[in-house]
């Protein structure tokens, strides 16, 4: 069936470095990709979206590229901040039940940033 | 302004009680859905509906009920047949059931058995 796979967190840097999120996925046809983020104790808020593949989703810095030969939608930041301390989900959009939307998620990456 | 709203945030039940939560969203949407959320884990779909008068059973729905008998509201109840209540709770809604329509969540409700 499809899934989602993203790498195990937390991750923790300090304010300004780098960010890369691997996520990778399996499904059948092709999916819409999608990035959510969960600050503590609220709803997932979407963060950015590719629906075909080279499509690049971005919002807030935040960037992600919708790779089919790769099956991968990694997210990217240049430059973190502590406001961007959260939990990122990976999740695909798949059809269930024959013609229903599906959020098929990852478990999520905890990223916390020093400053 | 538009958005998903769910009550109450925190909530308790007791052993053998049923509880249930509410999900109102003002954004005109068809489709909407309960999300279960359990620590360290991604969200698993208890239930779904695509139109007003019908919903269907998603992953997980075994202990939970609903009804959509308005366009703008789909509750969940939780039923004392479900063993291990405790989660996290998420109602979500999309413009329609059409795959890739992005799913907006409301801001969760916090259910703790006692």
């Known amino acids: 069936g499809d899934s989602v796979t993203q790498m195990e967190g937390p991750v923790t840097l300090s304010e300004e470095a780098f960010l890369t999120i691997n996520c990778t996925y399996t499904?059948?046809?092709?999916?819409?990709l999608f990035w959510y983020v969960q600050y503590p104790g609220e709803g997932l808020q979407l963060l950015l979206k590719?629906?075909?593949?080279?499509d690049k989703g971005s919002n807030k810095g935040f960037e992600a590229t919708y790779r089919k030969e790769t099956t991968s939608f990694h997210l990217e930041k240049g430059s973190v901040q502590v406001s961007d301390s959260a939990v990122y989900f990976c999740?695909?959009?798949?059809?269930?039940?024959?013609?229903?939307?599906?959020?098929?998620f990852g478990t999520g990456t905890l990223l916390a940033v020093q400053p | 302004d538009g958005g998903i709203t769910q009550s109450p945030k925190y909530l308790f039940r007791k052993e053998g009680q049923n509880v249930t939560l509410s999900c109102e969203q003002n954004?005109?949407?068809?489709?909407m859905y309960w999300y279960r959320q359990d620590p360290g884990q991604g969200l698993r779909l208890i239930y779904y509906?695509?139109?007003?008068?019908?919903?269907q059973k998603g992953d997980i729905a075994e202990g939970y009920s609903v009804s959509r008998e308005k366009k703008e509201s789909f509750p969940l109840t939780v039923t004392s047949a479900q063993k291990n209540p405790t989660a996290f709770y998420l109602c979500a809604s999309s413009i329609s059931g059409d795959p890739g329509n992005t799913i907006y969540f409301g801001e969760g409700s916090w259910l703790t058995v006692v």
């Open positions: 509906s695509q139109i007003v008068n019908d919903f």
């Open positions: 999740a695909l959009s798949a059809r269930y039940g024959g013609a229903t939307n599906k959020l098929i």
């Open positions: 954004l005109n949407h068809d489709a």
């Open positions: 590719a629906t075909k593949a080279d």
């Open positions: 499904a059948t046809g092709y999916p819409s």
